[in-house]
């Protein structure tokens, strides 16, 4: 597999003598961190940008933009390609991205970066909206390089966020638009679609959504000489407030779940695990 290429460097210490392209197109600003501890979550949010809406026309990818969370934090490190397809862009769907075959004419072909991209993802968690989409047309990429090329399923575990956004808000828009306003985080930076800040727009997204920190940096250690005091107050817990249903309300329960296992036949599993006692 491909050296891991870092300002000019590959991952073995060697100075880097490959087209221009291999050093400009993959940003990764921060330390390479080859033997992460296996304890640790990665997870990657990705996209895509294609020429058009369907593999079975012939359409290919044009642009691959992915973020790393570690532990769920932001990482530095990101992969980041634009991509030569030998065919012509849809208008529709340049609209959308604004990607030209100008801009694309000096760029790499999908297999030029595949060893890297792979290497990238390798054994994490990929987080993509709208998954079906984005995974059918990489796996159409890998399939085209011959078959000891794998799916995108054989390389790493796939997360549809679309999913678990409409599963999360049901009956509501759930692009990654509407998540940003749902979640008040800035997009406005999000004129036209580009697969490399929707990649950190959706990590973001995610974290918020999981009810996790939507940092776009490692938290900061503190600085030398900083407040003991004042930096201890930070893991301080607080006693959580309990709610608890009042009578009213647990009455209406009682009612809906007895209307629930009459229409049921008597198989509410609520009120079976209240018979066997098995409920505090």
Request: hydrophobic share 40%; net charge negative.
């Amino acid at each position: 597999m491909a050296d891991i290429m870092v300002d000019g460097l590959s991952d073995n210490g060697r100075i880097d003598t490959r087209p221009p392209w291999r050093v400009d197109i993959i940003r990764w600003t921060g330390t390479l961190l080859p033997n992460r501890a296996s304890n640790s979550m990665r997870q990657i949010t990705l996209d895509t940008e294609t020429t058009g809406l369907g593999t079975a026309k012939g359409h290919r990818v044009i642009e691959i933009g992915a973020r790393e969370l570690l532990d769920r934090r932001l990482t530095e490190r990101s992969f980041h390609y634009y991509l030569q397809p030998d065919r012509e862009i849809d208008a529709g769907a340049q609209a959308v991205h604004g990607i030209t075959m100008e801009f694309l004419q000096d760029k790499p072909r999908f297999a030029d970066i595949a060893a890297d991209f792979v290497a990238f993802i390798q054994g994490a968690e990929v987080l993509i909206h709208n998954a079906p989409f984005d995974c059918g047309f990489l796996d159409h990429e890998f399939g085209l390089l011959g078959p000891e090329w794998k799916r995108m399923e054989d390389y790493c575990a796939v997360t549809d966020t679309l999913a678990l956004a409409r599963a999360r808000h049901p009956a509501q828009k759930n692009n990654l638009d509407a998540l940003c306003q749902r979640y008040d985080i800035d997009n406005g930076q999000r004129d036209l679609h580009g697969a490399l800040l929707d990649a950190e727009l959706l990590a973001r997204v995610y974290l918020a959504m999981t009810g996790g920190q939507t940092s776009l940096a490692l938290e900061a250690a503190p600085r030398e000489g900083e407040d003991a005091a004042a930096s201890a107050t930070t893991g301080i817990r607080r006693p959580l407030r309990v709610i608890r249903a009042s009578p009213e309300e647990l009455a209406e329960h009682a009612g809906r779940l007895a209307a629930i296992d009459e229409a049921s036949g008597g198989k509410c599993v609520w009120k079976q695990l209240e018979a066997s006692g098995a409920l505090p």
